[in-house]
């Protein structure tokens, strides 16, 4: 038989099927056999997100994309694969899901929703919660893997998660571990017991030959709590296409067709193919992320390719894939760390989008921040040897830290100082320019007469630094100044003509009427004048605001 009239012979079946479709939280299930199958394995899939929920402390467990599982007559099945728009696989009609296949599934769910935790750990969950089966709200749970993932990692799952003595603080310890606590520290906050106890416990149990599941309630849910919906033909197909490759048994011309080819054209390098059909599904009013993401990829303006990776963020909030493609188009650190958040908030797991983003910060000089994203890093390790190498550069980055904190406090000081020395200008500036004009006004010295001094300072200014605690607003503009000088004596001082007066790094707006909170530090030039009518020890000469 030709591939051209197998292609054609599978197109008419999947006409002719009538296909329907069930959806409970991320998980879609389209079926062109039994309901009742496809109710069923609903129910078991969202008794699986329950549990693991309740054992991760989140109430509705969430997964990156949709969860589209296909049910196919005399079909095989097929593993789960990212398509245009969700997570896709296939399953026999009449076949249970393999063991690897329920294993696959509960990881999707785990990496998405919670933080790293051991290996053995996770993949003792992993395997414990895939061999879960449930009859609506009624869960059986804990049956051994007929494989080798029946382990001491399993052992050690199953004997905390099925013992009633340990069940509460089953959740305790995986809450612990996925905070990064030490696991003798965990292991005794929570179970107490050390790992070596643990282990003994656990190894015993494994060697039991007759371990048996439990039964216990779950959600509340029934197989009619799934309401059927007509499925359209050609999104089933797609369906399979997206699975397959085939885009052959799509009509030609079809947006999904040019989805699908567009996105193999442009992971097989041919730019021009991938540009021409994506650029037509989105005209179509393409809704698929990935259709998005990929025409960005291929775009030469940093504007447009901008556009295209935003509407990608907004087609699917969860994925952290648009957020990386944006920090690449962008210059400033402080600008990169703020999509690059975006993306490692999206992905909790990915260490190097939590280095990225780290290094990010401190070239930003947001070293705080900085701190704490290097502290995530290292939590998201994948295993040991990641988790030194992220713990090394930590340690580096505080090194660093503290040498780049004091340049930083360096430069502030330099430039107050800069900015002090502009104010003192300009206001020697101002009465050079008052004593140059009334120079210019003043009538012409008679060459004969003799010059006096017209006043002498025999007394020289007085300097103090101190807190200027209050003000006192007088009459004609005077002010009565009271400071604590810093060995705590109090000196009220009087500025009898605000014109007379050079204040400098905070300007007249500063002085403001009554008590100084907080109390600012100044340095002040007085000369000593007591006044006992006002009370003040002095008339201010200058004002400087530290």
Request: proline share 6%.
């Amino acid at each position: 038989m030709s591939n051209r009239l197998l292609i054609f012979l599978l197109a008419s079946v999947l006409q002719a099927a009538d296909w329907e479709g069930y959806r409970s939280g991320p998980f879609e299930i389209w079926t062109e056999a039994s309901e009742k199958e496809a109710r069923q394995l609903l129910v078991r899939l969202e008794q699986v997100r329950h549990l693991l929920g309740v054992y991760l402390g989140k109430n509705d467990p969430v997964s990156v994309w949709p969860l589209r599982v296909l049910i196919r007559k005399n079909q095989p099945a097929a593993a789960w694969i990212l398509g245009r728009d969700a997570m896709i696989s296939a399953l026999t009609a009449n076949t249970p899901p393999s063991a690897s296949w329920m294993r696959q599934t509960v990881t999707m769910l785990l990496e998405a929703n919670a933080r790293r935790m051991p290996p053995d750990w996770e993949a003792g969950l992993i395997s414990f919660l895939s061999t879960l089966e449930a009859t609506g709200p009624r869960i059986k749970l804990g049956a051994p893997p007929a494989d080798a993932a029946r382990n001491l990692a399993w052992a050690r799952v199953h004997w905390l998660a099925t013992n009633p003595e340990y069940g509460s603080r089953f959740r305790v310890l995986l809450n612990n571990l996925q905070q990064g606590a030490d696991e003798d520290v965990a292991f005794r906050n929570s179970i107490a017991m050390t790992r070596q106890q643990l282990d003994q416990a656990a190894g015993a149990h494994l060697a039991n030959p007759a371990i048996e599941a439990v039964w216990i309630s779950g959600r509340p849910l029934a197989e009619r709590d799934f309401v059927a919906r007509p499925l359209d033909t050609t999104a089933a197909m797609a369906a399979m296409a997206d699975l397959t490759g085939n885009v052959k048994i799509l009509p030609a011309g079809t947006r999904e067709a040019m989805e699908i080819a567009g996105l193999a054209a442009a992971r097989a390098g041919r730019k021009a193919e991938a540009l021409d059909l994506l650029r037509q599904a989105i005209a179509q009013q393409s809704a698929s992320p990935r259709v998005h993401l990929e025409y960005g990829k291929l775009l030469d303006q940093p504007d447009a390719k901008r556009n295209a990776f935003v509407e990608a963020a907004k087609r699917n909030a969860q994925w952290p894939e648009p957020y990386l493609e944006l920090a690449k188009l962008e210059t400033a650190p402080a600008r990169v760390a703020h999509y690059l958040k975006e993306a490692a908030l999206r992905a909790p797991r990915q260490c190097q989008i939590w280095v990225q983003y780290a290094q990010a910060l401190t070239e930003a000089d947001q070293l705080s921040e900085a701190s704490k994203a290097w502290f995530s890093a290292e939590l998201a390790a994948a295993d040991s040897a990641e988790r030194e190498q992220v713990r090394q550069a930590r340690l580096r980055f505080i090194e660093q830290r503290a040498a780049r904190e004091e340049e930083l406090k360096r430069l502030q000081a330099e430039e107050r100082q800069r900015e002090l020395d502009r104010l003192r200008t300009e206001a020697m500036n101002r009465i050079r320019e008052a004593e140059a004009k009334a120079n210019r006004s003043a009538p012409p010295r008679d060459p004969n007469q003799k010059i006096e001094p017209w006043w002498e300072d025999k007394q020289p200014a007085v300097k103090l630094r101190g807190r200027l605690e209050k003000v006192d607003c007088l009459p004609r503009g005077q002010a009565r100044l009271s400071l604590r000088s810093q060995e705590g004596k109090w000196i009220p001082l009087l500025i009898a003509d605000p014109s007379q007066v050079v204040i400098l790094g905070g300007g007249e707006a500063s002085l403001r009427c009554g008590v100084q909170k907080p109390a600012p530090v100044v340095h002040v030039e007085y000369r000593l004048r007591a006044d006992p009518k006002l009370a003040t020890a002095g008339d201010v000469a200058s004002l400087e605001f530290q």
